[in-house]
């Protein structure tokens, strides 16, 4: 026995680690019906972008494989869906669209990971963020998202691409000059940019409201935009049927977020709010 007692050891080890993998709940492999999705929305049919994103985080490895795709609108379609499922893997995986050979992908991955991954966005963006500034890039998001990388290669990025004379637009939105992101995305005070009466640099400010920092300038936003009445219809921001927004109201809401206050009146991303509600809001949010 003494003899056999090393293969005897090595049976029930064995054993012991097959029982214990039996005991393991065991996750479906998804990867041939992320396939079956895909195609589908390849073909126009049926519900594939609702089915991959029920699979949850199993489904991101095989969705990622489509960033590679000969098809440039599959490819938006995969950085569409991981910007979806928003996910910590979900914005890790949409990394590789920052340098897509279609600059428009590149562009709606960079604004797909400012919308989506702010709060967490994966360090290996950084490197393709600054290309993509290098690059002359026109989308904001790219700009802003270089923000939480700080350091010498970013900031000879955002310098090279504080040299381009076309303005930029954060996702979509009105164009503002590049100056204004940048200073945004180098996370110091703002000053007299956010005094700005242009209508346009104040709703791209409250679009990256979450990269703005100082409490000051955050004093002064509150103070000057809820009282700013012009209408901003067709300018991307939220309306009502047959009621223009206005800015306050815009201003009103993004603040309340930014400032995780909670009203004592409903916030509905569709109605103009009272003066008094509008005084209250100043009041309550970033008093000076």
């Given at each position: 026995m003494i003899v056999y007692a090393p293969i005897l050891r090595i049976i029930l080890a064995a054993a012991a680690l097959s029982s214990l993998a039996c005991?393991?709940?065991?996750?479906?492999?998804?990867?041939?019906?992320?396939?079956?999705?895909?195609?589908?929305?390849?073909?126009g049919r049926g519900t594939g972008f609702e089915k991959v994103l029920s699979m949850g985080d199993a489904a991101v490895p095989a969705t990622a494989r489509y960033l590679k795709d000969r098809d440039s609108s599959m490819r938006s379609q995969a950085v569409a869906v991981l910007a979806s499922m928003g996910t910590p893997a979900a914005c890790e995986a949409m990394v590789p669209g920052l340098e897509d050979a279609s600059p428009d992908n590149r562009d709606r991955t960079a604004a797909a990971l400012y919308?989506?991954?702010?709060n967490h966005p994966p360090a290996s963006a950084a490197r393709p963020l600054r290309a993509l500034l290098r690059q002359g890039t026109s989308e904001a998001a790219a700009f802003l998202l270089l923000g939480h990388f700080p350091g010498a290669e970013s900031d000879a990025a955002l310098d090279i691409a504080s040299k381009q004379r076309k303005p930029v637009r954060l996702e979509g939105g009105l164009p503002v000059p590049a100056a204004i992101a940048i200073a945004v995305a180098s996370g110091k005070e703002l000053g007299p940019l956010v005094r700005t009466e242009a209508l346009p640099e104040r709703l791209f400010l409250l679009s990256a409201l979450p990269m703005i920092r100082a409490p000051k300038d955050l004093s002064n936003m509150a103070a000057g935009y809820l009282d700013d009445i012009r209408e901003i219809e067709d300018t991307g921001?939220?309306?009502?049927?047959?009621?223009?927004r206005r800015l306050c109201d815009a201003a009103l809401e993004a603040l309340a977020k930014r400032a995780d206050w909670k009203p004592p009146f409903e916030l509905d991303g569709i109605r103009r709010y009272s003066d008094e509600e509008r005084r209250q809001a100043k009041a309550a949010l970033f008093p000076r």
């Open positions: 005991a393991q709940p065991k996750t479906p492999a998804k990867g041939n019906e992320v396939d079956q999705a895909f195609e589908a929305m390849r073909a919308r989506k991954c702010l921001m939220p309306s009502g049927a047959g009621t223009k």
